[in-house]
């Protein structure tokens, strides 16, 4: 099915350690994001990309990396794990059209850091 | 930054019964689109409103954007159990950027 596929579904990590959280597009669509989702706190935009080559700083980059080598696929890197990362992450895509028509969202990677 | 309240945080309610829930902002949006989120899953995109005043209507839910661009509601008829799960409100600001809301967790009892 066309959609945003995100891996892994769950993951537990070591304080310190790094990994990447693999999001993959089928539908074509220029604009890709990753938010963490916490408890109270809604969704929050860790960084974004309109294209491949470009990506963006959002509301809370601090330990986190990405990169936008396909239009396809947009990896989000934790740097060195902290449990403050502790969250739900969505990867979400989108037409980049100027209206905007929202978002498909992948079904998550839930990070636990100890 | 922008931010979106939404309000009630939560909601529980019977079957059959009407139900509003409030998007709220001190900023104007360029659109505004709401959500809905199923545990274990990623939001869905319910609807998108861009003009001030704009009422859309999906069956049995009603949306409407302030005339300011600053609000918005979303209303449900007769609720049912599939209605269940976590609401959210997005702001547009005139790019792909969105600022999300913090979410009604709704709760349909049978």
């Known amino acids: 099915n066309a959609g945003v596929t995100q891996t892994p579904k769950f993951q537990v990590l070591k304080t310190g350690q790094s990994m990447t959280l693999q999001c993959a597009q089928d539908?074509?669509?220029?604009?890709m994001s990753w938010y963490r989702q916490d408890p109270g706190m809604g969704l929050r935009l860790i960084h974004y990309?309109?294209?491949?080559?470009?990506?963006d700083q959002g509301e809370v980059p601090n330990g986190y990396n990405v990169s936008r080598s396909t239009t396809e696929d947009f990896p989000l890197r934790l740097l060195s794990a902290a449990p403050s990362q502790t969250s739900v992450y969505f990867c979400?895509?989108?037409?980049?059209?100027?209206?905007?028509?929202?978002?498909?969202f992948g079904s998550g990677t839930r990070l636990t850091v100890v | 930054t922008q931010l979106l309240e939404q309000s009630p945080q939560f909601l529980s309610i019977q079957e059959g019964e009407n139900l509003t829930v409030y998007c709220n902002s001190s900023s104007v949006f360029s659109s505004l689109q709401w959500y809905r989120q199923e545990p274990g899953e990623g939001p869905v995109l319910l609807v998108t409103v861009v003009t001030g005043g704009e009422v859309k209507k999906l069956k049995r839910l009603t949306f409407q954007f302030g005339d300011a661009r600053k609000d918005s509601s979303l209303h449900i008829t007769a609720a049912q159990p599939g209605d269940t799960g976590l609401y959210l409100c997005?702001?547009?600001?005139?790019?792909?950027?969105?600022?999300f809301g913090t979410g009604t967790r709704l709760t349909i009892i049978p």
């Open positions: 979400a895509s989108s037409y980049s059209r100027g209206v905007f028509y929202g978002y498909t």
């Open positions: 997005a702001g547009g600001d005139g790019n792909e950027k969105l600022t």
């Open positions: 990309s309109v294209g491949a080559g470009i990506t």
């Open positions: 539908m074509n669509h220029e604009y």
